[in-house]
């Protein structure tokens, strides 16, 4: 079983950037796909980007399209999501998970679980 661990979120101006990584061990992880999910205080998990496991599929959600970059390093068992021009809409808790593929973009599709790094974003 893969365990996910999140790290990198921190606070940020607006207009900022931040680095996620998203370690995993076990050794399947190269057969998993990654998708980052966020959460905000009061509102329901939202789908951020995925990545297939060889890491040319990548889809992103609307809010986060041109301003996010995933990507993985499958040597490294990691999975990185970029932000640039951070808002402060972006602030919420993010997690990163493990699937079948990263067609889903829903959480119940996600079988593997981070505990989560807190961005906060201020204006």
């Known amino acids: 079983q893969v365990q996910l661990v999140e790290s990198g979120g921190g606070l940020v101006q607006a207009g900022g950037s931040l680095r996620l990584t998203c370690s995993a061990s076990g050794r399947t992880f190269s057969r998993y796909a990654v998708a980052w999910f966020r959460q905000a205080p009061g509102k329901e998990r939202e789908f951020v980007a995925s990545i297939g496991w060889g890491g040319v599929i990548r889809y992103y959600s609307d809010s986060v399209k041109g301003r996010f970059t995933i990507s993985r390093d499958n040597a490294k068992n990691t999975v990185y999501l970029e932000m640039h021009n951070l808002k402060p809409d972006d602030t919420a808790v993010y997690h990163c998970?493990?699937?079948?593929?990263?067609?889903?973009?829903?959480?119940?599709?996600?079988?593997?679980w981070g505990r989560g790094t807190q961005v906060t974003v201020s204006s």
């Open positions: 998970a493990g699937g079948d593929t990263a067609l889903n973009r829903e959480a119940h599709e996600y079988d593997v």
